[in-house]
């Protein structure tokens, strides 16, 4: 009996024992089995990061095989042209004025040179056309205001009526800038300021729609039969005339000492706020010296095509110069260079006349 007790008694030890063992081993199987699941997502990721690198470096021999599908993509997505707006045509080129020839090759479809004094007319092209005008408008409001005689020190502020709605242009005299009279007058003959010449004709007696009934009385007046203005600035391609009538305006307003004053000037300078800006002469040939110029406006806007009128003295003559719808950005002072080239080849006395175009034409409405 004591040897069945031993015996069963080393049976339970060792059960226990094995039981024990059992307990501690399953910790480890399990951390184990945990680890081996985790392998295969850890490869799988390797291999997710390292495809991109074997097809942007393929093997020896296969290196072309990437392009048929690089091309393919570049097929699926073009890249998108950038839209080009096509010029926008003058009045005189809808009309067909620079169809009409010259001896000269003006590059303006309308010019017209006379004598100041004698009144002949040495050059005509196109001179009886009607077109806008552009900023040569800005020669009538400038007479106008020194003719009115109104305080050239008052104090005149822009506002937003004199911000261009008609192109949209842009100025750097911002809203809520306030400047002389007589510097506006300035900025307006010499450096064509839009929001200048619309603030003088909005504060002249009577406001902008009185100043506006002026200048087309003026032109009355003056027997400028082809003339019509509509606003002070010349934004407008309502502002309209011909070389005959623009030639009859400079003739006058050269005998006004400020127009001829302000509209030369090769610079200015006005102090707006803590900033100084410098406006410079439209017209570069007012700082040439070989040119005697004593009036000058210059005009631009897509319906008008670049435009020019002076006054100047070429080879003892006096000589007034009217350039319309010139194509080109320094074409009408090219214009001008071959008309003064011209006057300066001819013999003393001479009276030679050059004309083509010489048909009536009225611009569309």
Not at 59 to 68: C, D, H, L, M, V
Not at 140 to 164: C, F, H, R, Y
Not at 275 to 286: A, E, G, K, P
Request: charged share 20%; with cysteine.
């Amino acid at each position: 009996m004591p040897a069945r007790l031993t015996l069963a008694s080393r049976v339970i030890q060792f059960a226990a024992l094995a039981a024990l063992t059992a307990a501690l081993a399953a910790p480890n199987a399990q951390a184990a089995q945990r680890k081996q699941a985790k392998k295969p997502v850890a490869t799988a990721s390797a291999k997710r990061a390292t495809a991109p690198s074997a097809a942007r470096a393929p093997r020896k021999g296969k290196g072309t095989a990437s392009a048929p599908r690089v091309a393919a993509r570049s097929a699926r997505a073009p890249v998108r042209a950038a839209a080009v707006e096509p010029p926008r045509l003058s009045f005189g080129q809808i009309a067909g004025l620079h169809n009409v020839s010259d001896p000269l090759d003006l590059k303006s479809s309308v010019a017209l040179v006379m004598d100041q004094d004698t009144k002949e007319v040495l050059l005509s092209k196109n001179d009886r056309a009607v077109l806008p005008i552009a900023s040569l408008t800005k020669l009538m409001t400038g007479l106008l205001i020194s003719e009115a005689k109104l305080p050239m020190d008052e104090p005149i502020t822009i506002t937003q009526d004199d911000v261009d709605t008609e192109k949209h242009s842009g100025s750097r005299l911002r809203v809520g800038t306030t400047l002389s009279r007589g510097e506006l007058l300035h900025l307006a003959l010499m450096s064509s300021e839009n929001r200048a010449a619309h603030a003088l004709g909005r504060t002249y007696p009577g406001g902008l729609e009185a100043f506006v009934e002026r200048m087309n009385a003026k032109a009355r007046l003056l027997g400028m039969t082809d003339t019509r203005y509509v606003e002070p600035t010349g934004l407008s391609s309502q502002n309209q005339s011909s070389a005959h009538d623009l030639a009859t305006l400079v003739n006058v307003a050269h005998g006004d000492a400020l127009v001829r004053e302000l509209s030369t000037s090769p610079g200015h300078e006005v102090a707006v706020g803590n900033r100084v800006l410098q406006y410079n002469n439209t017209n570069r040939l007012v700082k040439s010296p070989s040119w005697d110029i004593g009036l000058q406006k210059t005009g631009y806007i897509s319906e008008a095509g670049r435009c020019l009128v002076m006054q100047a003295q070429v080879s003892g003559r006096k000589l007034i110069m009217v350039f319309l719808d010139s194509a080109g950005k320094f074409s009408r002072l090219g214009d001008a260079e071959r008309v003064r080239s011209w006057v300066e080849a001819m013999p003393q006395a001479a009276s030679s006349v050059l004309t083509a175009g010489t048909q009536p034409l009225l611009s569309r409405p």
